[in-house]
């Protein structure tokens, strides 16, 4: 099975307001051949949550086979839901979380879905440190964000 290592980050401008804006960055890189793939997009009217989960959904459909995956990201949100076993327990109780409705459902399934083909390891790193492409995936999301109000 390929080793590949994806480098993931969400952010939004204005989280929570009426106009905000949203953006995901991501580096995939295969360690071995050393080849690299780089990708970030922008999206109006979200929040960060839901871009530090879709960053992490579109890194995994860039892949063409099942792979063995190491994802990096600074979301404590997204790596604890998978490392602490929430995302198991929101499914087995039919995605409901109480008190309060799980958001993000959508997202959640889909990445559910995706970790189910790979054999995905998620680490947390510290954003905005000294993490070579943690900071190259917040660059390209605030690349994604600056090119969209163009």
């Known amino acids: 099975m390929k080793k590949v290592i994806l480098y993931t980050d969400g952010g939004c401008r204005g989280n929570g307001k009426k106009k905000n804006l949203g953006a995901i960055g991501g580096v995939l890189f295969h360690p071995k ?40 990201s600074d979301s404590a ?20 979380r109480k008190p309060d409705p799980l958001k993000n459902v959508d997202l959640w399934k889909e990445l559910d879905q995706l970790i189910s083909i790979h054999k995905v390891t998620f680490n947390k790193v510290k954003g905005h440190a000294d993490d070579e492409y943690n900071n190259r995936a917040d660059y390209l999301v605030n690349r994604a964000m600056d090119e969209y109000l163009e």
Request: aromatic share 14%.
């Open 33 to 72: 051949s050393g080849s690299k793939k780089e990708y970030f997009e922008a999206f109006p009217q979200t929040t960060n949550n839901r871009m530090e989960i879709l960053s992490i959904i579109k890194g995994l459909k860039l892949l063409k086979e099942p792979c063995e995956v190491e994802v990096y």
């Open 77 to 96: 949100y997204v790596v604890n839901a998978i490392n602490k076993g929430w995302l198991r327990n929101w499914k087995r109780k039919n995605w409901i």
